[in-house]
């Protein structure tokens, strides 16, 4: 501690103790040497100097060299640096990722990331769910108002507020960035201001599935293509994206299954193939080609998106409120019915927890008439077999008399 004299100017040291946000003189033995450049080859402005930095620090009124690098720092220009990071980049929902980060930096601009405060973050989720973003007609301007605050037009069109799971999405996507933020890689931000406000229950579980006369009207009606991509998802249950990334590779003929290995959660799964998922498999590879290895494809390219193949053929089929994802609600409800054990079932569909895999294990109205069912026959046979050995036992109680 004290005053070095270099030749371009005399040096103010102190060693330091750094909370993140402001520095403080250390105790004895204590800390980290900190040194400040006075500008001065004058020792008694050094002095004024030492001082001065001295009272700051004592006082707590010293940043910090990354609250300092922070207070620069906008959420535009960390929204580009997030979205840069390897991590992030390896995410497999990224493209989703980025649409997220845009709804953001549409809200927080140039906006300091320091000064974003829990107060922020909600009245962010506030304006979400009453106007969801959209671009001006006028400027093209992203905004969330009844009117553009850039041109002044109004939208001629409210197509309702976003989704609270949609809001939440995005939301993850904020205390995702705000987490890195305060990493000790970057210590941009002393804290999380996204992780002080909840995030409320979507109450979005839904219990539909196809019913067996509903299944056979939309098998009637579907494409070729989308007939066998269909007949895979309601079969045993993988994800849309999931099964329109899987390649040849990870298609074992030989021992009916296929690998899954760019899953949601990261995992690699193996999913064995039913009679009619097999004879689907083998009419799809009479149509491989040598130029992808992808095993869903739309003229002879690899297949995208089966969302409006899906609902041209609904709509064909007469049937409504039913989703692509239900089909998964299908398998697990399938697999439950057939007998599968949950923990197997769970390994085929995907499901991380019990909580999960009972959202999509649908319990229908038949199912409780089969459970009655059931527990009539068990009952019947219970009486039947008691009787006959309370009959026996009265004649070898007769006999042996």
Known sequence: MGLTRRKDSFYVEFRVLDDGKHLRVAPPGAGKLKRWRVGSCNQRSARDQEACIKTKLLAGQMLSPS???????TFRDW????????EVRKLTTYEDRKLKV???????????????????VAAFR???????????AGCHKVFGKAVCPGCGWTRLDSPGPASIQTVNHDHTALTHMFNIAKSLRFKLVPDNPASHVLKPDPKNERDRIASPEEWARLTATAAPHLLRFLTIAYGVGPRKGELLKLEWPDVDMRRREFTLRKTKNGETRVIPMTPDVFDTFAELHTERRLDTPRVFLYNGKPWKNPRTAFAAACRRAGVTGLRLHDLRHCAATNLRRAGVDTTTAMKIIGHKSEQMHRRYNTIQTEDLHEAAAKLQRYRANTLITHASDLASGQNISHCNS
């Open 126 to 136: 506030a304006q979400r769910v009453c106007y969801p973003l959209m671009a001006c």
């Open 102 to 120: 845009g709804h953001l930096v549409d809200y927080f601009k140039d906006r300091l990331l320091l000064s974003i405060t829990p107060e922020d």
């Open 79 to 86: 929204a580009v640096t997030y979205l840069s990071l390897e």
């Open 67 to 73: 609250a300092a690098r922070a207070e620069a720092v």
